[in-house]
Structures are given as C-alpha cells and as structure tokens.
C-alpha cells in the first residue's frame, strides 16, 4: 500500500514538473541545505553549556533535550522552553484527555504528534518534527529560487539572496522545535501556490500556517481578492 502511494506521488510530480525543474529544484534545495546547517549561532552556547557535567545531566533527565545527547558533539536541534508547550497537550490528546492546555494551536504539535503515533517514541518524533520542518524550508525556498532562475533572473542575484536568506535570523529556527521556521515555510508556500494557481493547496497551506501562528492569517483577505482578480471574467 505504501509502495503504491510512493509511486502514485512519484508519477504525479513527474507529470506536473518537467526534468530541468526537477534538476533545478534539487540544486537549489541542496544548496539552501548546506547554506542553513552552516550557520550555528543558536546551537553554539548549547553545545557549549551541555559540556558541564551539571547540564549534561539535567539533559539527560528532559525529554525535550536528551535526544541531542545521540550526537551531543553536532548539537544539530535544539529545544526551547516554550518546546514543551506545544507538544505536551499531544500527549494528553493521545491518552484522550483532551487538548490540554489549549493556549498553543496544534499546527505544530500535530506534526509532532503525526510522529509520535508511527513511531511510540519521544526520540524519533523529535528528529521526525525536526527533519520535517527542515525539508519544509528547503522546499519552499528551492521553489521560489527555481522560478527565479526560469524567469530569467542573473544567477548571481539569487546567489546573493540564497545567502542572505540562510544566513537570516529566521534560518537558525529551523534546527529549533519551535513554530517560527516551519509557520514561514508554509507561507512561502502558500505563495507559491497562488502564484501557480493551485489555489486548494494555496488554502491549505496558509490554513496550516495560521494554526502554527495566527499572525499568518492576515494574508487570508489578500489572498482571496488577488484569486478574485486574476480569475475575473
């Protein structure tokens, strides 16, 4: 059954992009990869701190930090204080207590929770959500980078941009469990896919954005008039 769903997914996207888009989006993606896992300033003082035998402990106790003590020396995501807050109520979800409690919206925690099912462990829904969020920010800027270079834009303008972008403050929440990266991705997007006139997958993704963080919803009202006035008679 899986097979059969990875091959279904396989020949849609052979028939909707062509082979230089497909080639094209793979540089683009590998290249926003490397340039993001270059940049370290929210994984430094962790990876120093987590060196005192004190903290190491401390990790080694917390759910949300020892599952960075399996490549303690790479310190490759970090979880945050506010981490607990969206993935705890998924736990009491599951046990069937509810959502609880509800002042987080579960667009990030059902990614976790989404993990947390198939695997039955904290450890690989971690690495699951933390991986998820990371592919998420390489597709959405590989897409946009892509079209760029088909319409023709100087290749060392979208250099300068990649840069610019993966070395941005935004760039460092995508090794945190946190909502910022994956909420932007979704909204890039949603962009994306107004701009293709897949508009369904246009509405998902800014209804996913907003249940990571609402603020996103403000792009709800232009989205449908910019529909109204590209599809108009």
């Not at 028939?15 to 929210?42: C, D, F, H, N």
């Not at 004190?54 to 204080?81: H, T």
């Not at 590989?142 to 760029?148: F, K």
Request: charged share 15%.
């Amino acid at each position: 059954m899986e097979n059969r769903a990875y091959r279904s997914a396989i020949f849609y996207l052979r028939s909707r992009l062509s082979k230089t888009e497909i080639r094209l989006i793979t540089k683009w993606g590998l290249i926003v990869a490397v340039l993001t896992l270059l940049y370290w300033p929210l994984t430094l003082r962790p990876r120093h701190r987590i060196r005192n035998a004190v903290s190491l402990q401390e990790c080694a106790a917390d759910p949300y930090c020892a599952p960075n003590l399996s490549i303690i020396k790479l310190r490759l995501i970090v979880a945050n204080p506010d981490t607990p807050s969206y993935f705890d109520p998924v736990y009491r979800f599951l046990r069937g207590e509810g959502y609880q409690p509800d002042f987080r919206l579960p667009g990030y925690g059902i990614v976790y929770g989404f993990f947390y099912m198939i695997s039955k462990s904290r450890f690989w829904a971690f690495w699951g959500t933390a991986i998820f969020q990371f592919c998420m920010w390489c597709l959405a800027l590989a897409l946009w980078l892509t079209e760029a270079e088909k319409r023709g834009v100087p290749k060392t303008f979208i250099y300068i941009i990649t840069v610019l972008i993966c070395f941005s403050p935004i760039a460092f929440y995508t090794r945190a469990l946190l909502t910022e990266a994956l909420s932007v991705s979704m909204g890039l997007l949603a962009l994306y896919a107004l701009y293709k006139r897949h508009y369904v997958c246009a509405g998902i993704a800014v209804g996913w954005a907003f249940f990571m963080r609402p603020v996103l919803g403000v792009w709800l009202l232009p989205g449908t008039l910019w529909i109204i006035y590209r599809e108009r008679p």
